[in-house]
């Protein structure tokens, strides 16, 4: 049953994919992204050139579009800086950016305590006293750097250091990406290959979709694009302690020592349109504390996504990933500890359970600047038996919104999240929650 749903849900996933390639036309969202690249001022700190002709402005172009176009971009990320530094030959970039972003949000029913709407937090006893809840953060508010320019011996580079305001307690400041990208090489703390950022549906809550794969690792990646339309790319990246179910007594963690290994296969079309299977693999060690010997299992994960412009103004969204092992990089699993779990009837053994999730999104651009979405992801834990009644089984959200762009840089959100939650005992528990959000970038 499991193989046969997976099997027409990746048949489904890919024909959309594959039909929306002879439909689809100039999209509103890449018109209101064309527009941003206009919205800038350029400041030559060697001095200004004294004509500007038509391949310098190509160029310039060239330049300032690798600040909006990127591989591992979400819509949550900051837009390209408003003031840009840049040499007289156009051969080097600098940008200093960022965003003020003010969430704010009530808790309808079963108030959850996170500034994210997460179903594996939802509470299952009711609380009168608690039932319901007001609350607001600037959690997500950014400040970036990133330099990009052109060397006749080594080719294209970037550099790029990225911050937000979201560490303890939702003010810290808190790195989130600081890498160097040389041609077609990339080293430094940037998001996972595993991720597809780009096919992940916009949403005013920071959590995202329940099935979201969105890991920022120390990594070194090799990625190449092909005839402009197949993208190729490789990384070995710094993997976190695996989240190990322990036993007192029994079975405890234990050190890293193997890299993760991560890959992706991307076919694009248009400007901001691709399908990509990603995987990973991984390796998860505990320990045995009877005899105090160290073990390792083998993790994987794969993750099939898409966004698609069928017509101009719509924009479909897609992913779909599974794997064992792989939880503790996926949404609303990443909560609980179920990378690795006990063997049953062994509690001494431990294995990587089964996992799998999607989302669909689809998005309604009533103009460039003005727009509606709606959204349903759904994770489920899938583990050879039972668990106990009050373990987590799967959780759903079903997301509407509308977002306004007052100007290029202030943005608007209200959204409505509905969730569930449900146990191994059956007993399940839904809440809901209405956000907005306030955003100005610069």
Same mark, same amino acid.
Request: with cysteine.
């Given at each position: 049953?499991?193989?046969?749903?997976?099997?027409?849900?990746? /048949?489904?996933?890919?024909?959309?994919?594959?039909?929306?390639?002879?439909?689809?036309?100039? *999209?509103?969202?890449?018109?209101?992204?064309?527009?941003?690249?206009?919205?800038?001022?350029?400041?030559?700190?060697?001095?200004?050139?004294?004509?500007? *002709?038509? =391949?310098?402005?190509?160029?310039?172009?060239?330049?300032?579009? +690798?600040?909006?176009?990127? =591989?591992?971009?979400?819509?949550?990320?900051?837009?390209?800086?408003?003031?840009?530094?840049?040499?007289?030959?156009?051969?080097?970039?600098?940008?200093?950016?960022?965003?003020?972003?003010?969430?704010?949000?009530?808790?309808?029913?079963?108030?959850?305590?996170? +500034?994210?709407?997460?179903?594996?937090?939802?509470?299952?006893?009711?609380?009168?006293?608690?039932?319901?809840?007001?609350?607001?953060?600037?959690?997500?508010?950014?400040?970036?750097?990133?330099?990009?320019?052109?060397?006749?011996? &080594?080719?294209?580079?970037?550099?790029?250091?990225?911050?937000? &305001?979201?560490?303890?307690?939702?003010?810290? &400041?808190?790195?989130?990406?600081?890498?160097?990208?040389?041609?077609?090489?990339?080293?430094?703390?940037?998001?996972?290959?595993?991720?597809?950022?780009?096919?992940?549906?916009?949403?005013?809550?920071? +959590?995202?979709?329940?099935?979201?794969?969105?890991?920022?690792?120390?990594?070194?990646?090799?990625?190449?694009?092909?005839?402009?339309?197949?993208?190729?790319?490789?990384?070995?990246?710094?993997?976190?302690?695996?989240?190990?179910?322990?036993?007192?007594?029994?079975?405890? $963690?234990?050190?890293? $020592?193997?890299?993760?290994?991560?890959?992706?296969?991307?076919?694009?079309?248009?400007?901001?349109?691709?399908?990509?299977?990603?995987?990973?693999?991984?390796?998860?060690?505990?320990?045995?504390? #009877?005899?105090?010997?160290?073990? +390792?299992?083998?993790?994987?994960?794969?993750?099939?996504?898409?966004?698609?412009?069928?017509?101009?103004?719509?924009? /479909?969204?897609?992913?779909?990933?599974?794997?064992?092992?792989?939880?503790?990089?996926?949404?609303?699993?990443?909560?609980?500890?179920?990378?690795?779990?006990?063997?049953?009837?062994?509690?001494?053994?431990?294995?990587?359970?089964?996992?799998?999730?999607?989302?669909?999104?689809?998005?309604?651009?009533?103009?460039?600047?003005?727009?509606?979405?709606?959204?349903?992801?759904? #994770?489920?834990?899938?583990?050879?038996?039972?668990?106990?009644? #009050?373990?987590?089984?799967?959780?759903?959200?079903?997301?509407?919104?509308?977002?306004?762009?007052?100007? =290029?840089?202030? =943005?608007?959100?209200?959204?409505?999240?509905?969730?569930?939650?449900?146990?191994? #005992?059956?007993?399940?528990?839904?809440?809901?929650?209405?956000? /907005?959000?306030?955003?100005?970038?610069?």
């Amino acid at each position: 049953m499991r193989n046969t749903a997976i099997s027409a849900f990746l /048949l489904a996933f890919t024909a959309m994919s594959a039909s929306a390639q002879d439909l689809r036309s100039n *999209s509103l969202v890449d018109i209101q992204k064309d527009s941003l690249l206009n919205d800038h001022k350029i400041i030559y700190f060697d001095g200004k050139p004294s004509t500007v *002709s038509r =391949q310098h402005q190509d160029s310039i172009r060239d330049l300032v579009e +690798n600040f909006f176009y990127d =591989q591992f971009t979400s819509f949550s990320d900051p837009a390209a800086p408003y003031f840009l530094f840049m040499s007289r030959d156009a051969d080097l970039a600098m940008g200093i950016g960022g965003c003020v972003r003010i969430r704010g949000w009530y808790d309808m029913d079963a108030a959850i305590p996170a +500034n994210s709407f997460t179903p594996y937090l939802i509470p299952m006893v009711k609380d009168p006293a608690n039932n319901r809840k007001l609350g607001a953060t600037p959690a997500g508010s950014t400040l970036f750097f990133r330099v990009i320019g052109r060397n006749k011996t &080594f080719g294209d580079y970037q550099l790029y250091i990225e911050a937000n &305001f979201n560490g303890y307690g939702g003010t810290d &400041f808190h790195l989130k990406k600081a890498y160097a990208q040389l041609n077609k090489v990339t080293l430094g703390y940037a998001s996972s290959t595993f991720s597809d950022p780009a096919a992940l549906p916009p949403t005013v809550d920071a +959590n995202g979709p329940a099935n979201k794969i969105s890991p920022t690792s120390i990594l070194v990646r090799w990625m190449n694009t092909y005839k402009k339309r197949w993208t190729v790319a490789a990384s070995v990246e710094m993997p976190k302690n695996a989240a190990v179910s322990t036993i007192t007594g029994k079975i405890g $963690t234990a050190s890293q $020592t193997i890299p993760d290994l991560a890959a992706f296969l991307q076919y694009s079309w248009g400007k901001s349109e691709h399908i990509r299977l990603a995987g990973i693999a991984r390796t998860l060690p505990y320990e045995q504390l #009877s005899d105090h010997t160290r073990h +390792n299992k083998f993790g994987w994960g794969l993750q099939l996504s898409t966004i698609v412009h069928p017509i101009s103004p719509v924009t /479909l969204y897609g992913t779909f990933n599974c794997g064992e092992g792989h939880e503790s990089t996926t949404g609303d699993l990443q909560v609980g500890n179920y990378d690795l779990v006990p063997t049953p009837g062994d509690v001494y053994d431990m294995y990587a359970p089964f996992s799998l999730g999607w989302c669909i999104g689809a998005q309604y651009n009533f103009r460039p600047n003005l727009f509606a979405s709606v959204s349903y992801s759904d #994770s489920r834990y899938l583990p050879r038996s039972p668990r106990a009644d #009050s373990e987590y089984r799967y959780g759903t959200i079903l997301t509407a919104n509308v977002f306004w762009n007052l100007t =290029q840089r202030i =943005q608007a959100g209200l959204e409505f999240d509905t969730g569930v939650r449900k146990n191994w #005992s059956g007993h399940s528990r839904r809440a809901d929650r209405l956000g /907005l959000m306030a955003q100005f970038s610069f």
